[in-house]
């Protein structure tokens, strides 16, 4: 899987040929052809392949997130407007980085979660910008990039999404 700035490319073959997938060319397409991001969720029987599109040319594309549970020929649409980033994966679970905040799924996109502030309580922090770029998940713990700061959530049972946030900044001290 390969996404460019004209869609998404696969190749079964060690990149001798290549299937193009574009918003322009399927029935049931991708929202935009700039693909930002790809990666693979796997769990149970499933293998869905998630892309962040963010229009290209064409008038008609749209920001937002698409995935693809048969290899392309078909991809579901959500998060339509929203400029995505980056995903992550936890089994069932996807969270999704974008400019509003990070948003999870545990059904495939039919319902979300979105968090946009971020407050630490504990260390007295506060993150008012929703930006999200990266995110990446180790065992139960939600790990987050912002322009602003490392922001970091359990999600498990015990400690429900987005529950409690720990802020972690780094400063510089200002010589005189």
């Known amino acids: 899987w390969c996404g460019t700035a004209g869609g998404i490319n696969k190749s079964t073959d060690g990149g001798l040929s290549w299937t193009k997938f574009s918003h322009q060319n399927q029935a049931q397409p991708i929202l935009g052809n700039w693909v930002i991001a790809i990666d693979e969720q796997r769990y149970a029987e499933k293998q869905r392949i998630w892309t962040t599109n963010w229009k290209a040319q064409d008038e008609a594309e749209q920001f937002g997130v698409s995935y693809t549970e048969d290899g392309g020929r078909t991809w579901?649409?959500?998060?339509?407007?929203?400029?995505?980033?980056?995903?992550?994966?936890?089994?069932?679970?996807?969270?999704?980085?974008?400019?509003?905040?990070?948003?999870?799924?545990?059904?495939?996109?039919?319902?979300?979660?979105?968090?946009?502030?971020?407050?630490?309580?504990?260390?007295?922090?506060?993150?008012?910008?929703?930006?999200?770029?990266?995110?990446?998940?180790?065992?139960?713990?939600?790990i987050l990039g912002t322009g602003d700061g490392l922001v970091t959530t359990v999600d498990n049972p015990t400690h429900p999404f987005g529950s409690s946030w720990k802020v972690f900044r780094a400063y510089r001290e200002v010589g005189t």
């Open 76 to 142: 579901n649409n959500m998060l339509h407007g929203v400029r995505a980033y980056d995903f992550a994966f936890k089994d069932s679970i996807a969270y999704i980085a974008t400019d509003d905040g990070i948003y999870r799924t545990a059904d495939g996109g039919l319902s979300f979660i979105k968090a946009s502030i971020f407050a630490d309580s504990a260390g007295h922090h506060l993150l008012s910008q929703p930006n999200v770029f990266c995110v990446s998940v180790i065992a139960d713990t939600v």
